[in-house]
């Protein structure tokens, strides 16, 4: 079993839908959660950050994390087409080494 | 630096050559990552360090691959004998601390061995 499961799409939504992504994780130590953003022949980009349960919000993107069910989900709002991407859950624990989900690769149409 | 800034951009390569691929991070970042991503794929964790120390290089996939860091700055991770099965994006990340803070990527060098 992978530490970090998250199915990889594509999810393909209209313009202005929510788009709602999500990973499981195994080890229960881990604490810090991040969510990257990955176009095509890019390097990913940093999206989201957290360390706790709960919920965090940034403009139209909302991270939660459910510790109890080992559960992080990241919510898009109002999508856009320049939201097409793959989105990539990332998770560490103290000891340094980010555990990646493999990616889910999002479509928004016009 | 401003950010993460990996060379080459783009290396084709032959098979069996040698190819080093070079990593400069973040200032002040004291970790340094590096992944693999082959095409279509999620990262593949290679290798990371803290400082010039590599505590972790589980990740790398066979004794053709090693890195080092010098100055605990620029790192540079080199394939020997490259195969076709190497070729992928290979993307390098810096935060401040191993264990604290968020990894900020570079955009990764995209190696072709032919």
């Known amino acids: 079993q992978k530490e970090v499961e998250q199915d990889p799409g594509p999810l393909s939504v209209p313009e202005g839908a929510i788009v709602s992504l999500n990973c499981t994780y195994s080890?229960?130590?881990?604490?810090?959660f991040m969510w990257y953003r990955q176009y095509s022949r890019k390097g990913p980009e940093l999206l989201m950050y957290?360390?706790?349960?709960g919920n965090k919000e940034d403009g139209r993107f909302t991270a939660q994390v459910d510790k109890s069910s080992k559960y992080i989900s990241l919510f898009i709002r109002d999508s856009q087409p320049s939201d097409s991407a793959t989105y990539l859950c990332?998770?560490?624990?103290?000891?340094?080494?980010?555990?990646f989900g493999a990616g889910t690769q999002v479509v928004v149409t016009p | 630096g401003a950010g993460v800034s990996q060379s080459p951009s783009n290396k084709v390569t032959e098979k069996g050559k040698d190819v080093e691929l070079r990593c400069d991070p973040i200032?002040?970042?004291?970790?340094l990552y590096w992944y693999r991503q082959s095409l279509g794929q999620g990262l593949e964790f290679l290798i990371y360090?803290?400082?010039?120390?590599?505590?972790?290089k589980s990740g790398l996939p066979s004794d053709r691959f090693s890195a080092e860091r010098t100055g605990g700055s620029v790192s540079t991770l080199t394939i020997q004998r490259t195969q076709q099965e190497d070729s992928a994006v290979y993307l390098c990340?810096?935060?401040?601390?191993?264990?604290?803070?968020?990894?900020?990527f570079g955009q990764g060098t995209r190696l072709t061995v032919v």
């Open positions: 200032s002040g970042h004291t970790a």
């Open positions: 957290t360390y706790s349960s």
């Open positions: 080890n229960s130590a881990f604490q810090y």
């Open positions: 360090f803290q400082g010039n120390s590599a505590p972790d």
């Open positions: 990332a998770i560490r624990g103290s000891w340094g080494k980010l555990q």
């Open positions: 990340a810096s935060s401040q601390e191993v264990g604290r803070g968020t990894a900020f």
